[in-house]
């Protein structure tokens, strides 16, 4: 078939804002030990300022500085810096678990799990949570995060406090690629100037059946109507289905390249989309190279995913290593582009002793990519797990990975 040169890409880091949370969380040295300890003022059993039980200030169970309850300090529900949940705690508000203010697991300021500073649930400021929800420090939310609410998603998070415009004291999340919700639109492109893939009908299929598993729109084209700064305004994502050959004249390029990167665009491609542009020198900017042939349809191969890629959404769940059938193309030139900063290889095959990308990423100049070189035969689009591959990727590209169902 088709032989072209290909060119590299550059690329840039990827940047994710988090946000900063209305009040101050404690010290690192605060999140393992407990703040206000487990005996209170002088109190011994009851409620009262300083009791020793359940709600007295200084109470063991939950007054300030108990060390059960929901006291301020108290060591199990809510409290400043006792051990499970309040300001510094470690379990719920502030706890290690749920989600307080500086605790160390669960809804915590600087705490691990979620909370103001927590990193799983909705926190400000934490280490674990989902990537993409941008707590302070967090990766989810939290007080302070930029999708959630007060406490971040699970908590006050993205149904509670809110998911675009943050919660009390919270801040909404900026920059290109910070996370976005709500419905989106998707351009879907098949133009093809070259070799057409009797595949397209099913690529579109599964396109049509995404956007309504995902809640999205998309249109589906091969005309260059909407290749214009107005047209491209409407999308926030392209889908080039196994295009081919030279597609856009040059102030369609441009069109395509502002959008791109002054608009926060998205792009996606299947197969063939690396067989499309050949001479447009920033189009290998978004998929690294033309490709250089392909082996003989469709011989069996196992898809390796990298080790670092486990955990990406596009392939979390998937079989590794994933045998499947396809015209395998050929990027030989992928060492030089794919260590270029923004790049990420998701996976790789190898036939005739040449190992090869199979499926990657690109973040950088504002915008996200997304490709895969499967999708030669029609049965490719079908399969429930391609689907799932492509449906993640599209999600990641929009900024929408948390929403992915």
């Keep these: 078939m088709r032989t072209t040169p290909m060119y590299v890409a ?67 529900v809510s409290t400043s810096g006792g051990s499970d949940p309040g300001s510094g705690g470690s379990s719920t508000l502030g706890g290690s678990t749920s989600s307080g203010t500086g605790g160390v697991a669960a809804g915590t300021t600087g705490g691990a ?60 999340a900026t920059g290109p ?17 070259g070799f057409r893939h009797d595949s397209i009908p099913a690529g579109k299929e599964m396109l049509q059946a995404l956007a309504t598993q995902q809640g999205f729109q998309v249109k589906i084209t091969e005309t260059n109507e909407d290749i214009t700064a107005a047209g491209l305004a409407q999308y926030e994502i392209v889908f080039f289905m196994n295009s081919t050959g030279d597609i856009f004249n040059e102030a369609e390029q441009k069109a395509f390249e502002d959008w791109m990167t002054t608009k926060n665009g998205a792009f996606a491609g299947s197969h063939s989309a690396t067989d499309t542009e050949s001479g447009w020198a920033w189009y290998k900017e978004v998929t690294g190279q033309y ?66 990308p199979v499926s990657y990423i690109r973040e950088w100049g504002n915008f996200r990519a997304f490709y895969s070189s499967l999708g030669h035969q029609a049965a490719a689009f079908q399969d429930v797990q391609v689907r799932k591959h492509f449906a993640a990727g599209i999600m990641w590209a929009v900024r929408r990975e948390a929403l992915l169902k």
Excluded at 341 to 356: C, E, H, P, Q, Y
């Design 291 to 356: 490709y250089d042939l392909h082996d003989n349809c469709c011989a069996q191969a196992n898809i390796v995913w990298d080790t670092g890629a486990l955990d990406f959404i596009a392939v979390k769940g998937l079989p590794s290593p994933w045998q499947r059938g396809e015209e395998w193309y050929l990027f030989n030139k992928a060492q030089d582009w794919s260590t270029k900063a923004g790049f990420k290889i998701l996976g790789r095959v190898t036939t005739n002793n040449n190992t090869r």
């Design 113 to 172: 799990t979620p909370g103001t500073g927590g990193s799983s649930m909705t926190p400000t400021g934490g280490s674990a949570g989902t990537v993409a929800s941008g707590g302070a420090g967090g990766q989810t939310g939290g007080a302070g995060g930029a999708p959630a609410g007060t406490g971040g998603n699970a908590t006050g998070g993205s149904a509670t406090g809110g998911s675009a415009t943050g919660g009390s004291g919270g801040q909404v």
């Design 10 to 76: 550059s690329i840039s880091a990827i940047a994710l804002i988090a946000a900063a949370c209305g009040t101050s969380g404690p010290s690192a040295d605060d999140l393992n030990a407990n703040r206000g300890g487990n005996v209170g003022t002088g109190g011994s059993t009851a409620p009262g300022s300083g009791g020793s039980s359940p709600l007295g200030t200084g109470g063991s169970p939950s007054g300030t500085g108990g060390s059960s309850q929901t006291g301020t300090g108290g060591s199990t």
């Design 177 to 193: 690629y910070a996370p976005r919700t709500g419905s989106f639109k998707m351009l879907a492109y098949s133009a093809t100037k």
